[in-house]
């Protein structure tokens, strides 16, 4: 007869994340990964198969719920504000996060070398774009921007500046040149 779970798989998951955001794939052990979500290795291989998977799974959790709060934060919010708040919660994460992004670590540790890696990594980025796109393109029907932006251009231009902000904030604590770069990122805008 199969025994039943006694662990939550989300939080589990949750906590695998956070171990490989901090030291990155290569860098985390099983014996690690195993002590730090508090399982028996007989249970996550059983849950969430090997290390790769594992750190799959992770990646997706993590694309998930930050599409999910972004969805949530933004709604309502006019095109500018809604953009701004994006690069804002990249110089704070908040509590649930570490700072810096995982899928950003994933693209300069793995995605070179590992197809599924570099999937999740485009398959976030990806939404990022669109999800500016359409912000953009809805501030230009409400009035809000000028029609004469490029919403496709925008897109790729913000969404780089968002990636290389992620990156600044791993190393950078003046919260104040942080926030100028925004500026000057919002003033592409006007």
């Known amino acids: 007869m199969p025994r039943t779970k006694e662990f939550d798989e989300d939080a589990?998951?949750?906590k695998a994340m956070g171990l490989f955001w901090e030291q990155g794939y290569e860098k985390t052990s099983m014996q690690e990964l195993v002590s730090h979500m508090?399982?028996?290795k007989g249970s996550m291989y059983d849950t969430f198969g090997?290390?790769?998977?594992l750190y799959i799974k992770a990646l997706k959790r993590y694309s998930e719920k930050l599409e999910q709060s972004?969805?949530?934060?933004?709604?309502?919010?006019s095109a500018q504000e809604a953009i701004r708040l994006l690069f804002e919660r990249a110089i704070h994460p908040g509590e649930e996060f570490p700072s810096g992004c995982f899928i950003v670590n994933t693209a300069v540790e793995l995605a070179k070398h590992d197809s599924e890696a570099r999937n999740c990594v485009h398959q976030f980025w990806d939404y990022t774009e669109q999800l500016i796109r359409d912000l953009i393109i809805?501030?230009?029907q409400s009035g809000e921007?000028?029609?004469?932006l490029n919403a496709?251009?925008?897109?790729q231009y913000f969404n780089n500046s968002l990636i290389g902000l992620r990156v600044m904030v791993k190393t950078i604590t003046d919260t104040e040149k942080l926030r100028q770069i925004i500026e000057m990122n919002m003033s592409v805008l006007k």
Do not use: A, F
């Not at 972004?70 to 919010?77: C, F, M, P, Q, Y």
């Not at 921007?145 to 004469?148: D, H, P, V």
């Open 145 to 148: 921007l000028s029609k004469t």
């Open 50 to 53: 090997d290390k790769k998977t």
């Open 38 to 40: 508090g399982v028996h």
């Open 138 to 140: 809805e501030g230009q």
């Open 152 to 155: 496709e251009w925008l897109s």
């Open 12 to 14: 589990v998951l949750l």
């Open 70 to 77: 972004s969805k949530l934060r933004i709604d309502g919010l």
